[in-house]
T-cell receptor, first 116, second 113 residues
Framework: GAVVSQHPSWVICKSGTSVKIECRSL??????MFWYRQFPKQSLMLMAT?????????EQGVEKDKFLINHASLTLSTLTVTSAHPEDSSFYIC????????????FGEGSWLTVV | TQLLEQSPQFLSIQEGENLTVYCNSS?????LQWYRQEPGEGPVLLVT?????EVKKLKRLTFQFGDARKDSSLHITAAQPGDTGLYLC?????????????FGGGTRVLVKP
């Protein structure tokens, strides 16, 4: 099946610094990728939709200047958490839409961010 | 307001028992997907259902899509400890959500040996 890879799997950063998370579709091209945030024991919350070659579409309440999304190619989207604060600590998951006739979405392994 | 309601939120059963998880909405889906997620990992796709009334089987897991494509269920027969995890349903093509993949709240399943 289709594979989506995230990097890094986990990262610890200091308050005030920025951290970048990469999401790659390894065996298919993804014109659309999605970024989610998940708190412990909760479901996934969609943050933004990343469109190749254009600006990301952010969900209501998500600060676009804080969570910078760049979809530079058909296989790569990046999420940069700028000026990170401890409350940004969370599990971030990306997914990519594969048009396989059924418009299936595949998820990455997730990235743990801890801001200290 | 959650567009997709999953129930129950938590289920704890003994190995060998059966369980059913429900996913309901007042909206119609073009398709619905079920995922299982283990702690610290991304969701893994179990199945996609597209046709109203569709039933799909994956070993001990049976997935059903409602005739009106507004609801779905996941039934596990003779559950095993390896079935423990967070089960998520996600609907595709809900107009109220802008045709994005919308997740239910999730059902935590614990199968005790």
């Amino acid at each position: 099946g289709a594979v989506v890879s995230q990097h890094p799997s986990w990262v610890i950063c200091k308050s005030g610094t920025s951290v970048k998370i990469e999401c790659r579709s390894l065996d298919f091209q993804a014109t659309t990728m999605f970024w989610y945030r998940q708190f412990p024991k909760q479901s996934l919350m969609l943050m933004a939709t990343s469109n190749e070659g254009s600006k990301a579409t952010y969900e209501q309440g998500v600060e676009k200047d804080k969570f910078l999304i760049n979809h530079a190619s058909l296989t790569l989207s990046t999420l940069t958490v700028t000026s990170a604060h401890p409350e940004d600590s969370s599990f971030y998951i990306c997914s990519a839409r594969a048009f396989s006739g059924r418009d299936t979405i595949y998820f990455g392994e997730g990235s743990w961010l801890t801001v200290v | 307001t959650q567009l997709l309601e999953q129930s129950p939120q938590f289920l704890s059963i003994q190995e060998g028992e059966n369980l059913t998880v429900y996913c309901n909405s007042s909206s119609v889906f073009s398709s619905l997907q079920w995922y299982r997620q283990e702690p610290g990992e991304g969701p893994v796709l179990l199945v996609t259902v597209v046709t109203g009334g569709e039933v799909k089987k994956l070993k001990r897991l049976t997935f059903q899509f409602g005739d009106a494509r507004k609801d779905s269920s996941l039934h596990i027969t003779a559950a095993q400890p390896g079935d423990t995890g967070l089960y998520l349903c996600a609907g595709n093509g809900i107009k109220a959500a802008g045709n994005k993949l919308t997740f239910g709240g999730g059902t935590r399943v614990l199968v005790k040996p």
